[in-house]
């Protein structure tokens, strides 16, 4: 059973609108696709309240707060931000000992799981992810999921005043052959923001 049928990857510096524009898009195209937003740090959360043995939805609620994420927590390793622990559990712990591609394999699985509860009788789901930050990861689920290249769609997000300064990602490409690249600023109204996203989206659906 094919888990994807489309893989629309959001990419941006913090603050740029990823998370938005994912969760806008999966709801507004709810009524003519099956679709999930999902992201590569779900996993991480769950790795990281693990490693760092702190109970996951308090660990969860730190990591996710605007005003929580970098205030400095006591760990088993000191004091460190939610965003520190995550940061090393990925790239410190995990990446090295388990390949760079292995939160792209961690999210095809979940999809694939999702897919197979919600949507067991249909050809896949619009996938919506809203943190790519790694090419590694990006390549993982498109092999994984075997997914052609006009079902994949690269947004890259733009916003005065965002950059990618003291985060560990970065502006992605596709792979050789995936050419569906958008580049979208977001320094206008949250209407035409929607607007354009939308645009976008409907010319990749087979509809």
Sequence with gaps: MKAIKKLFLVNGAPNSGKDEACEYLTGYFRHVENTLHT??????????????????????????????????????????????????????????????????????????????????????????????????????????????????????LYRDGCSFVGDSRSFVSLPDGYTNIYDLENNGTLDDFRKNLKEIVWKHLDI
Excluded: W
């Design 39 to 156: 992201c590569f740090k779900r996993k991480i959360y769950q790795l990281a309240a693990e490693l760092y043995c702190i109970e996951y939805n308090t660990f969860y609620r730190l990591a996710t707060g605007r005003d929580t994420k970098e205030l400095k927590i006591s760990t088993i390793r000191g004091m460190l931000s939610p965003r520190e622990i995550m940061i090393h559990t990925s790239e410190s712990v995990i990446k090295p000992n388990f390949d760079k591609k292995y939160f792209g394999c961690a999210l095809y699985q979940y999809v694939h799981e999702y897919n197979s509860q919600f949507y067991e009788n249909d050809d896949g789901t619009c996938v919506f992810v809203s943190d790519c930050g790694f090419t590694d990861e990006i390549i993982a689920v498109i092999e994984a999921g075997d997914v052609k290249p006009a079902d994949v769609v690269l947004i890259r």
